[in-house]
């Protein structure tokens, strides 16, 4: 969000370069995102902190400039969120020395997300769940809410819409549009319909 926020407010001030009408869209743009990021879930700040190959560094990036999330209040969140689901979830399975030495950790919710932190941050070419997969019995707790977080969510966007409007251009007689063509004429579409709104407003 901060990066597209950045890139946002960069492409609306440059002026010179791009039309009035493009900077007010691009402003439109930002304060329609900051609304809407304003009352999301805290998901994808725990998403952000149980990617091993991030963990705080994104926010740290971002502490000491004005509006942004200090690292501090991102690990609060974190740990809240850890010792809200360790209550429901069920112990990690380890049988024999290995169990006997997690007994003897007595690993909580705080101590085994301080120890994740402290580990430096991984490749970025590993995958974060297989990561997961394989630190599992060091961090039981902290993997099974990866596991929730860092999946694939269901899409909320009307993609049935998106299709539906994409048929009415690509019909049995329109099929050899290149797709240079078809996204010209999407975008056409939407330029229209947003002109004919600002018109009624």
């Not at 112990?91 to 120890?115: C, H, M, Y």
Request: charged content about 25%.
């Amino acid at each position: 969000m901060d990066r597209v926020t950045q890139y946002i407010e960069n492409f609306s001030e440059n002026n010179d370069e791009f039309s009035d009408s493009m900077c007010q869209a691009a402003t439109s743009c930002k304060e329609k995102l900051e609304n809407y990021y304003d009352v999301t879930s805290d998901g994808c700040t725990v998403a952000t902190v149980l990617d091993p190959r991030l963990k705080l560094e994104y926010y740290k990036a971002f502490e000491n400039q004005e509006g942004h999330t200090n690292s501090l209040e991102i690990k609060q969140k974190a740990k809240y969120a850890a010792t809200h689901d360790s209550a429901a979830a069920p112990a990690t399975k380890a049988t024999g020395f290995v169990q006997s030495i997690f007994k003897k950790r007595k690993i909580t919710p705080q101590s085994e997300l301080d120890e994740y932190l402290n580990q430096p941050t991984v490749d970025a070419t590993i995958q974060p769940l297989n990561w997961w997969k394989s630190n599992e019995l060091m961090f039981p707790t902290l993997s099974k809410m990866a596991k929730d977080y860092l999946a694939i969510p269901g899409t909320s966007a009307s993609s049935e819409r998106l299709f539906s409007s994409g048929r009415q251009l690509i019909t049995d007689f329109r099929c050899s549009l290149s797709p240079a063509t078809i996204q010209a004429c999407m975008c056409l579409k939407g330029w229209l319909k947003a002109e004919k709104h600002e018109e009624k407003n």
